[in-house]
């Protein structure tokens, strides 16, 4: 039987290593469908024959083709490999981008494949004929185009694969129908042909000696430390801790560096930012000294006032050093060997009184979630309690996502990681939406693993309840059935809410705020999940216990108080007016936010009642 382009493509990318694609199938990508097909049956036949022991390429059909890009995304964030999703001409591929931009915000290598019209008809305003290129350039900068001829798709496939691995960006590459089912040729040895191969290996990447020195000289002479991760830091726990160690420093991590080390380091301080920690805030507010390792934390005001601290960064991206805070020395190396360089010549602290400062900070914060975490509701769950409760019990080989929104708050703060432990969310982008695909991308990945997604409401009914058709379509086939979604079901877009209300000085927009309820654990009944409800906060622990026995993936939902005000790890004059201000106006829901906003903040410095 004669390959084809398809065939070709399909073979191309097993050969690069790629094992699994998300997308959805269309007119404008048929040709590429029925060679995954053909490769799909010819693997079970040489398996017959114990030929073929890789296996062939698994696609994952999704429900949305926003939604397999974002599950190319999370792949390549759990796994390090390529993520590859695939879409049809037109509204296909224009429904990638979303997800796409979370990978490119976020350095990760994705490869889109997008068809187009029969070249033939390019130009003539045909239905669904894009100028997929000019709307790709953006997002898949780095490389995309589009193919002509069919001895051409080989190097458009090694470029855009090589491409994206080694400079951790998203490419494309756009197929017109007609030409996936034309023969494949290979390149002639003659002019204007290209002969490109397959492979990719990642250097070693450390800076010169004497810029190490460099970097340790400043460490050295720092007396109070800080050290800021990020998720260039994520394979260099073990450098991380030693090199913390040796310097008596505090550590905070930002929201993608979370899993970087264990919360139960004392001088771990947690997450860092608006979402972050008071620990992390008063670490970054008294050091003397900033170590910034694979980290583009974009809030400038949660770090260190200029001048106030000298610096040192890590990253294996040029253009992301001295860009938040003007570093004394930039190095651009990859974080485990740039460490494992720059251990020998650092000094031992001797004076550890910084250290015992920070593990004392952490100490009373910890407290202080735990007091605010077990504060009752208003005729609900306090939603800091689900985390809360999460922590005491989940696996520590679970993988967690988060949604973006007031869960991601709680997500950052309450969420106790452990080592070994992997958990993500939308960073750059900080898209809604995110967590179920990247929750299904990371138990195809690793299906013997725990699989946790934390969802609110909104993000709920944007796009990911559609998903949970998708877990479950798959289930079955995963070694641990262990899946779960706890949705935070508030009726309200609650961070938005408390943005406006703390940032602009509005009172909540009900015509914008408020969303229907909606009785998710019963759709997950509907579809042969099972549905767990909870709306008693005392409850909470035996819902989480419930569904981590469970045969078959969980929904949680949650009836959660939406008074609960995200606080920031501090207050500003300018937001403390602005919120005066609100009130002022007449919030709609002003009486329960006074009374939840009061008893927040009595509780960091007040006992309660389950401390008596």
Known sequence: MTQTVGDFLIERLHAWGVRRIYGYPGDGINGVFGALNRAQQKAKNNNDKNENPTGPIEFIQVRHE???????????????????????????????????????????????????????????????ELDLVSMYKDVAG???????????????????????????????????????????????????????????????????????????????????????????????????????????????????????????????????????????????????????????????????????????????????????????VNLVGDSVETLRALLPLLDEKQ??????????????????????????????????????????????????????????????????????????????????????????????????????ALVGDGAMQMNNMAELITVSRYWKGWADPRWICMVLNNQDLNQVTWEQRVMEGDPKFEASQDIPSVPYHKFAELIGLKGIYVDDAEQMGAAWDEALAADRPVVIEVKADPNIAPLPPHITLAQAKAFALTLMKGDPNQANVILETAKQVLATVLPSHHDK
């Open 351 to 452: 004076d550890r009184a910084w250290r015992k400062k920070i593990e004392g900070w952490t100490k009373d914060w910890w407290e202080t979630l735990d007091r605010r975490a077990h504060e009752s509701g208003k005729d609900a769950v306090n939603p800091q309690r689900t985390v809360w409760e999460l922590s005491k019990r989940i696996p520590a080989n679970s993988i967690v996502t988060s949604d973006s929104g007031s869960c991601a708050n709680w997500y950052a703060r309450d969420l106790k990681v452990q080592r070994g432990m992997m958990c993500s969310l939308s960073g750059g982008l900080a898209s809604m939406g995110a967590a179920v695909p990247y929750a299904i991308a990371a138990k195809f990945a690793f299906p013997e693993r725990p699989v946790i």
């Open 142 to 328: 780095a490389f995309v185009e589009q193919a002509v001829v069919p001895a051409q798709v080989r190097h458009l496939v090694d470029r855009a694969v090589r491409t994206a691995l080694a400079e951790r960006k998203v490419t494309a590459i756009i197929l017109p129908n007609d030409l996936q089912d034309l023969a494949y040729e290979a390149p002639g040895h003659e002019h204007g042909t290209l002969h490109s191969g397959v492979g990719y290996r990642a250097p070693r990447l450390i800076p010169y000696a004497d810029h190490l020195q460099q970097a340790a000289d400043v460490l050295n002479a720092g007396k109070k430390v800080a050290i800021l991760v990020g998720a260039g830091a994520l394979h260099a726990t073990n450098e991380v801790i030693a090199i913390a160690e040796r310097l008596g420093a505090g550590v905070a991590k930002a929201l993608l560096g979370k899993a970087v080390l264990p919360d139960d380091l004392p001088w771990v301080t947690g997450s860092i930012g608006l979402l972050g920690t008071k620990p992390s805030y008063d670490l970054m507010t008294e050091c003397d000294t900033l170590l910034m390792i694979g980290s583009g934390f974009p809030y400038a005001e949660f770090l260190p006032k200029e001048g106030a601290a000298r610096g040192v960064q890590i990253d294996i991206k040029a253009d992301m050093l001295s860009l938040r805070y003007p570093m004394e």
């Open 66 to 128: 926003e939604m397999a890009a974002f599950m190319a995304s999370a792949h390549a964030k759990f796994t390090g490999e390529l993520g590859v999703c695939i879409a049809t001409s037109g509204p296909g591929a224009s429904h990638l981008i979303t997800g796409l931009y979370d990978a490119r915000m976020d350095h990760m290598p994705v490869l889109a494949i997008a068809g187009q019209q029969a070249r033939a008809a390019l130009g003539g305003h045909y239905q669904q």
